[in-house]
């Protein structure tokens, strides 16, 4: 699983100004992070495409242990 936090911060950005990007509420964002609920496939391409990086690599660890 990524570190969105780590790679939002890298970034320079709140969680706020991610949210408003990415059409989601500053709570999605802070639940993503800590690790309470993955996003959705349009969320988590919103992100990705946000932050530059392959939305896919939030579902990374589920593929590999086939949840």
Do not use: Y
Not at 34 to 46: D, E, K, R
């Amino acid at each position: 699983m990524i570190d969105l936090r780590k790679i939002r911060e890298a970034a320079g950005m709140t969680q706020e100004q991610l949210a408003e990007k990415v059409g989601v509420i500053r709570q999605t964002i802070s639940n993503i992070e800590c690790g309470i609920a993955l996003p959705s496939v349009p969320t988590a391409q919103a992100i990705g495409k946000v932050l530059e990086f392959d939305w896919a690599d939030f579902f990374e660890d589920k593929v590999e242990s086939g949840v």
